[in-house]
């Protein structure tokens, strides 16, 4: 799929996306509905789509399987990428630890709605990355033209980040509404935790326009570095909010934490 986005072959990349879900779904509910197999089945089902996926892939673009390796691209990928390894588990830790802790304070049936609330939010998180997939090729494209493409790159990603606002909004001023209407009343009061969600996962979608130039620098360190620190600044708020504000104050953490990183990201830059 990274090779096809380099390629500037959306087409191409928007089918096996779309073949993928399909296939997944329809093995998801195979395995768990008429099989009843769980977390396994669904598990499995992962597993089955991806594999088909990349079998699929090396038929289509066999070229990339008999290009030979070039050791020097590998030794710098190496160089950039393995600082982006604790940064991947920095950002889990981002997303599952509040859940952790705050069922230490309080029943499940908030740590429930509380999750819930974050699947409305995480939303936002599919146009961040819809955008992102699309920007980060144009955005190193760009840089290539010299001082035009760095102005041409500065016009556009303030754009990105215009857009980015303008979804935001939409979703906070629209969640309650629609968890009213897509859920029973027991659940509504999810929907109240939900703008703050999204507007934790608006900051992490600015973080990772900033993070570009990093990549562009190759200045990967500075990317784990900040993860971390949000992390500890996230878990921290957590065990002083969760005991008092429950699923809200798990909520403020997070955006909190968050923008916390885009603020010490924006401070490297």
């Not at 986005?5 to 329809?26: H, N, Y």
């Not at 289509?60 to 982006?84: D, G, N, T, Y």
Request: one cysteine or more; proline letters at 3%.
């Amino acid at each position: 799929m990274t090779i096809f986005q380099c390629e500037q072959r959306p087409g191409v990349f928007a089918l096996f996306a779309a073949v993928q879900f399909i296939v997944t779904t329809t093995l998801t509910l195979y395995f768990v509905v008429f099989l009843r197999r769980g977390a396994t089945g669904m598990l499995t089902a992962r597993a089955l789509g991806a594999t088909g996926a990349l079998v699929v892939a090396c038929v289509v673009s066999p070229q990339s399987l008999r290009s030979r390796w070039q050791w020097k691209f590998v030794r710098e990928a190496l160089r950039i990428a393995l600082p982006l390894v604790p940064h991947g588990l920095m950002a889990t830790g981002l997303v599952a630890a509040d859940r952790f802790i705050l069922q230490r304070y309080r029943p499940m049936s908030e740590v429930g709605l509380y999750s819930l609330a974050y699947s409305f939010g995480m939303v936002m998180a599919l146009f961040t990355n819809a955008l992102w997939q699309a920007w980060s090729t144009l955005f190193l494209n760009l840089l290539r033209n010299g001082k035009h493409g760095r102005s041409m790159a500065a016009h556009i990603c303030g754009r990105v980040v215009l857009i980015l606002a303008a979804i935001a909004s939409a979703g906070e001023l629209m969640s309650q509404n629609i968890v009213r209407v897509c859920l029973d009343p027991h659940y509504w009061e999810a929907g109240r935790v939900a703008p703050i969600i999204i507007g934790a996962y608006l900051c992490h979608a600015l973080f990772l326009l900033l993070q570009l130039s990093a990549l562009q620098a190759k200045r990967t360190s500075w990317i784990w570095a900040v993860s971390s620190i949000a992390l500890t600044i996230n878990i921290a708020l957590n065990f002083a909010f969760a005991p008092i504000w429950g699923m809200y104050g798990a909520a403020y953490a997070t955006l909190i934490a968050y923008g916390s990183g885009l603020r010490l990201r924006k401070l490297q830059v």
